[in-house]
């Protein structure tokens, strides 16, 4: 019978302790600083309203992380069956010469930002930041409908574009 309790509670406290998706951005995050290609300073919150009226697709890389190259290939069926989205891309690079060279060298089409201090930064810090890539869907409103996937084709991300 101890056995049965302890294993009940176990199971209650490791089902009340997983990560839930977060519905709305924290306002640190909000007015974390990102540059755009041009090299014009921006805030997240510029980011999100600037894509509002259609879901948008974040994901968050890096030039020299393998996991996103390899996801990029994920990333371009998405936007083959899903055109009408936006696409937006947030670089941890080291650099913004590293950045623009791999934008261009891997030919990734959407809309591109930077931040500075990669993993360090008021940006990472507060999106809850463990591996990348990392994707984010947001709805036509700037809502968050999924906030963390670390795959393009998460089961999660089909089933919310084919609703």
């Known amino acids: 019978m101890k056995r049965i309790i302890i294993a009940v509670l176990t199971f209650t406290l490791l089902l009340g302790c997983g990560s839930k998706e977060k519905k ?16 014009d300073s921006l805030t997240f919150k510029n980011l999100i309203e600037s894509h509002k009226g259609k879901k948008t697709m974040i994901e968050v890389w890096a030039s020299w992380c393998p996991d996103c190259i390899k996801g ?17 891309f947030i670089s941890l690079d080291k650099n913004e010469t590293s950045w623009k060279k791999g934008i261009k060298r891997y030919r990734i089409k959407g809309d ?40 393009a084709n998460d089961d999660r991300i089909t089933n919310v574009l084919k609703n």
């Open 72 to 88: 990029l290939s994920k990333l371009n069926e998405l936007q083959e069956k899903q055109p009408n989205m936006n696409y937006v």
């Open 112 to 151: 591109h930002y930077y931040v500075e201090g990669g993993w360090k930064s008021i940006f990472a810090k507060n999106i809850d930041l463990d591996w990348i890539p990392r994707y984010l869907l947001i709805d036509e409103n700037g809502k968050i409908v999924i906030y963390r996937a670390i795959e």
């Open 24 to 39: 709305a951005f924290s306002h640190t995050l909000l007015t974390a600083p990102l540059i755009n290609v041009d090299g």
